[in-house]
């Protein structure tokens, strides 16, 4: 019999195993320090989740609730926001939920959870280009470029094309396409200057909603249309949507971790600024969206222009441009940000053969890989030709909120994973590794493959296994809760609902005290932060985080479904026949053939 075989790993040595290899498979500069990781959260948070979402879900989704909805979404998050901590400190290299589904469930899921991240971040950089396009025609020039469009460009345009045509909104996505091209680092400096900007824009429109505003516009304001008044002005329903819709604003720490594998020393810089730049975006945004809703009615807020419009309003014509520019360029950090987390995303995939390859070559003299930047800067391009902003603000916060409910499970996953010492390395087991790193030995020049064997692995056994199925158990529980309170049923609510879903929750509560008791979390000793009450935090984290996604639009939630389709297609047309692993199985085939009659 053959000494060795292609037969995968068990689960949990798998788990570790991979993201220890994997996460140092790159060939990104390290130049990254903790101030331009706080500063690349905040600009990616406070950009795009206050200056050009927030006017539209005021006028169109909460009102004056959506002040309180962004402490509810901030609630929501902190498990989360935790688990990433924890995360970011047990690995360095690539890391972002990508990567963990990839080395905990396989390719097939890290091909799913890629096109859902992917969708989402391109639709977030079509809408806020849609926004600071629309702001720097309105303010800088008076409309001018809308004029034109409509007079030479829209006449020669297929009708549904020429209804969105923005040459604004293009031009500002061909623009942070060529600044990422550039480099990582003119990235960071950039996001730095622009953040440091944006604060004091911030304190300059709160101090004048304390001397223009009035408290009745957050209170008791009255809609003369539609008749909606007070502060919960489009009800409870309106004030968890808003929530749920702004998990897309709270993104920004996503993009920290990602660009671990270009920080100094990602371990103990990426929990310190995920929690920095999350503690500090929350309290801008709220003040930020108190001081709109406190200087005029909620339904006289201008969803793509509401901020700077209210002091145009106002007659405050230099508060009004000093805003305006600070719009313009948060707004502009922001879909930085997205777009260069949307690159690493896509270099990533690429590179592991899920996606076509080419989008993994970088350019030598920035390190980038800028063909990966030039598709998605297009696609994105045509996204904002194909739809509105109103239609945009309703389809986010779908795939954002699933991968946050899977960065949770995961933590769980591989706290109760315990290293054991690797065996010492052979010439087979190298090859083995070089699969588990995705290295095909093409010389196809992409990512120099690196055949060291990684100093720990993982040691897989029952108990440890059932932590897993038990947590996994615990989802699905709170899962049918969630559908038993949301859609609609013939059961009475109170007599036959509520009691199932206490049910439900007592249950999922005793599944977590058997996971606490029953096994023990094991911790890496070079390890900065460790996520506390494991399991309970990323329970409560999986919890509130379906129930937002059920307060989602059901366009949202189609859109997910069929997001997921798109990947599972994807992943069996294309990548399972070319992905690095399955190659590389195949090379081992031909250099050593598993002997099938003797096991």
Known sequence: MSQYNCR???????????????TQDHDLRKC??????????????VGGGVYIITPGIVALIA???????????????????????????RFKGVCN?????YTSFGELAAAVVAVIICSELLLCVALLSIGVGRNVDVFFLNNTAHKLESEFIKNYLP???AEHFNSMAILFIVIICVINCCGIKQVAWMNTSITVYSFLVIVMYFLIAMLYGDISNVTSAVDPNSGRHGFFAFGLSGFLTASAVLVTSFSGFESIVSLSAEAKNPKKDIPIAVLTSYILSTIAMMILTFSLIYLQPWYEVTKETGLADSLRKLDLFIPMYLLAIGIVMATFSSSLCNLTTLIRYVFGVSHDGLFFEVFARIMECSQVPVIAAIAVSATSIVITLIFSYQQLIHMLSGGIILSFLLINYITVVIAYSEPVPAPAPTERSTLVENEV??????GDGTVPEDTSVPTDTLHFDKQEFRAAVSFGIFTKLIFVACALYYFPSS????V??????????????AVLIYIRVSYTVHEDPDQTFVCPFMPFVPALGVSVLMFSFCNLDAVAHILTVVYGVVGVSFYFAYGYFHSRITRRKQKLMETDPIDDNNG
Not at 8 to 22: D, G, I, S
Not at 437 to 442: K, L, S, T
Not at 496 to 509: A, E, F, G, T
């Open 32 to 45: 990254l320090t903790l101030t331009d990781l706080i500063f690349q959260g905040i600009s990616h948070i």
């Open 496 to 509: 036959i609902r509520v009691p199932l879903m206490v049910i439900l929750v007592v249950v999922s509560v």
């Open 491 to 494: 059961w009475d609510f109170w």
């Open 97 to 101: 939920v990508y990567v963990y589904a």
């Open 8 to 22: 995968p790993p068990p689960f949990r040595e798998r788990v570790l195993q991979r993201l220890a290899a994997k």
């Open 437 to 442: 790193r995705g290295g095909d030995g093409a």
């Open 159 to 161: 009708n549904t094309v």
């Open 63 to 89: 009102g004056p609730s959506t002040i309180l909805s962004y402490l509810l979404t901030c609630f929501i998050l902190l498990p989360t926001v935790l688990c990433y901590m924890d995360l970011g400190s």
